[in-house]
């Protein structure tokens, strides 16, 4: 496998060698990752617990005392500089939570344990350890990613590099974000730990539901080699019938259909309930799949598998916790009726049973069936465009926003201060970067892009009043000037 430098200067490598990239994603295509790997017996499989930590620090221009001139840090290191301030106490168990499955998964494997782990680190985070010198960090994850003798216990899912929230990020800059971190992963862990990187997980569970969007989204997913996703139950809905999924614990088909009538369709696994640390801190879901049974799908029983993601870090019963309930349920899980399973280990095995896509329920994002009702695929946009206003108009709730693990925040409405600068230097990036071909392992493009992702992280629209925002806005004027002076 070809090794990629992680950084160009100061900046890491997210870019320049896609058709390297797009190379290591086709050759893994149809090759087994756990399959052979794993010792789990699927035949004697009752149900199944799946469980992702996700991982992320924002970066912000808060290296300094003056907005417009300060470093851009991460704001792990900001919180590790300011300890007196609100919960950033909590820095230094922030470190040893990125670090700590390094440690653990040797530990249990030695141990005869069956450990199992799905991990989500953002691209941003990456580069914010890197930058701080954690370096520790970082060779605990190789460990695990790249020793044989580790890693079929832990599946990596991508995500957006500057975890960005689909729903609201531009589409051409939101495949940036997915290439950007598999040139990043890959710089770091290598070609080969990419190839056997097959499911996504969108940041804060958002997924699109304007159909135009959504079809976008999964292109551009399976363009990238991903052959799963992540999904919120309460993000999608049955086409038949609007409502919600009936068996959320068996993988599904999301099919998007555009305005004009194509399609796009990627296996959803669901993950259930809302965004609590707890539920996997206390590994509720292992406790959840226990209870269950087999189930019938396309004329096979198949065990059922209770999918789960939360903050790694964040609150204290993940950072206390966690690492005994963890230890504990691996101990009490291993040569069961209900082991831990990545996902990409149990589709490989369901597939093998002789599942086929086919055979899964179908999902489509929520809201979607009230447009369906009214407007034909292949009608063209302006039509569809008619009828989502006509809807909108109506209420009952209806919106085109995307749907995320919770349903009372909105990724667009209320950030209209921050949402106008992102786009107008999406336009901005287009005119000065792609259209002209400037080559993507230049230093300034990678500059450029470097900014664009950074600008769009979800921190500055969640938090939608005060100083975040302000960063995010100040993040784009930067990119701003380096688009206008250096192209």
């Not at 997924?207 to 976008?216: G, K, Q, S, T």
Request: aromatic letters at 10%; a negative charge; one cysteine or more.
């Amino acid at each position: 496998m070809v090794t990629l430098e992680e950084y160009s200067n100061d900046i890491p490598n997210i870019s320049g060698s896609e058709k390297l990239i797009e190379k290591v994603i086709n050759d893994s295509r149809d090759k087994p990752v756990f399959l052979h790997e794993g010792g789990i017996n699927f035949d004697q499989v009752k149900s199944a617990c799946a469980i992702a930590l996700h991982m992320q620090q924002p970066l912000i221009p808060a290296g300094g005392h003056e907005l417009q001139t300060a470093g851009i840090i991460s704001n792990l290191k900001f919180m590790m500089d300011n300890q007196h301030i609100h919960d950033y106490h909590n820095a230094s168990q922030f470190h040893w939570c990125y670090k700590r499955m390094g440690e653990y998964i040797p530990q249990l494997i030695h141990d005869g344990k069956q450990p199992r782990i799905m991990l989500e680190y953002s691209g941003v985070l990456f580069h914010g350890l890197r930058n701080m010198g954690l370096n520790d960090i970082i060779d605990s994850l190789k460990t695990i990613t790249c020793d044989r003798n580790y890693r079929r216990a832990v599946e990596w899912l991508g995500c957006p590099w500057g975890h960005a929230v689909a729903p609201s990020t531009p589409v051409q800059d939101y495949i940036l974000h997915v290439k950007a971190w598999q040139h990043h992963f890959a710089a770091i862990f290598g070609t080969e730990a990419l190839s056997r990187v097959k499911g996504f997980s969108p940041s804060e569970m958002a997924l699109p539901n304007h159909p135009d969007i959504a079809f976008e989204f999964v292109k551009t997913l399976k363009n990238c080699g991903y052959t799963w996703v992540l999904v919120q139950e309460h993000s999608v809905e049955q086409p038949e019938n609007g409502y919600g999924p009936e068996r959320k614990h068996i993988p599904h088909l999301l099919k998007c259909t555009n305005s004009s009538g194509e399609s796009a369709s990627i296996v959803a696994v669901i993950k259930t309930q809302g965004s609590d640390t707890k539920l996997v801190a206390q590994m509720q879901p292992y406790y959840e799949a226990k209870g269950l049974s087999r189930w019938e799908l396309g004329g096979q029983q198949l065990p059922p598998v209770v999918t789960q993601i939360s903050d790694g870090e964040n609150g204290g019963v993940m950072i206390n916790e966690f690492p005994a309930k963890y230890f504990e349920v691996c101990s009490e899980a291993t040569g069961s009726e209900t082991p831990l399973m990545n996902i990409t280990e149990y589709l490989e095995h369901l597939f093998t049973a002789g599942i086929e896509e086919n055979d899964l329920p179908l999902l489509q994002p929520v809201m979607q069936k009230r447009i369906w009702d009214r407007f034909a695929p292949g009608d063209e946009p302006e039509k569809m465009e008619k009828t989502i206003e006509e809807l909108k108009k109506e209420g009952h709730g209806f919106h085109m926003e995307g749907g995320s693990w919770t349903n009372n925040i909105s990724w667009v409405k209320g950030y209209e201060d921050v949402l106008g600068p992102m786009e107008k230097l999406s336009s901005l990036f287009y005119e000065k970067v792609v259209k002209p071909g400037i080559s993507t392992d230049e230093y300034r493009f990678k500059n450029a892009l470097f900014h664009l992702l950074a600008s769009q992280t979800s921190c500055y629209r969640y938090w939608g009043q005060g100083t975040w925002p302000e960063y995010g806005k100040e993040i784009c004027r930067r990119a701003n000037d380096i688009l206008t002076y250096d192209f």
